[in-house]
T-cell receptor
């Protein structure tokens, strides 16, 4: 199966940490990605993690991967108002000689002052 | 590089009309993807090309939808005839695979409204 699920909304206060969760179903995923979509714009890559890793840190972003449970999370430290956006996780699967991404439903993050 | 370019950015048309969406991928990228985004269904992959050849069109909703990539720098997605349920934001993305890792770069999207 290729279902990728996320909670729809998350609200946090500025300065707090945000944790966005994602579950996927395909155990053959090679890479998992986090994309950000700001209003009226396309998706922009934030970070990615190889399926054999369990953690990746990139400045304020920390990605945790639990392959056994097929659970991916994105932690944003010191969340700012500019982080308000929709966040999509995606799993990558080899298909037809290329890499095919299946995106989650997206989590709308709202950062309040 | 200008990134992925899509045109038009907005399109309003009447039911039954033909709609053509255009995409110019990033130079040097050899994979191109068309997605549709709606509130109800989220982000759906419609079709993707590799080296100008359609690889997977299983996401194309029905025969009213067609996509072409005549060369490495241009692709079109056509809807004929259009219906109100086709209203959505259509994204084009391109990528250059580096082994199993492949970052897709998205265009700004075309917002389509079919009345």
């Amino acid at each position: 199966g290729e279902d990728v699920e996320q909670s729809l909304f998350l609200s946090v206060r500025e300065g707090d940490s945000s944790v966005i969760n994602c579950t996927y179903t395909d155990s053959s995923s090679t890479y998992l990605y986090w994309y950000k979509q700001e209003p009226g714009a396309g998706l922009q890559l934030l970070t990615y993690i190889f399926s054999n890793m369990d953690m990746k840190q990139d400045q304020r972003l920390t990605v945790l991967l639990n392959k056994k449970d097929k659970h991916l999370s994105l932690r944003i430290a010191d969340t700012q108002t500019g982080d308000s956006a929709i966040y999509f996780c995606a799993e990558s699967i080899l298909a037809g000689g290329g890499n095919k991404l299946t995106f989650g439903t997206g989590t709308q993050l709202k950062v309040e002052l | 590089d200008a990134g992925v370019i899509q045109s038009p950015r907005h399109e309003v048309t009447e039911m039954g009309q033909e709609v053509t969406l255009r995409c110019k991928p990033i130079s040097g990228h050899n994979s191109l993807f068309w997605y549709r985004q709606t509130m109800m269904r989220g982000l759906e992959l419609l079709i993707y090309f590799n080296n100008n050849v359609p690889i997977d069109d299983s996401g194309m909703p029905e025969d009213r939808f067609s996509a072409k990539m005549p060369n490495a720098s241009f692709s079109t997605l056509k809807i004929q005839p259009s219906e109100p349920r086709d209203s959505a934001v259509y994204f084009c993305a391109s990528s250059f695979p580096q082994g199993l890792q492949e970052t897709q770069y998205f265009g700004p999207g075309t917002r389509l409204l079919v009345l």
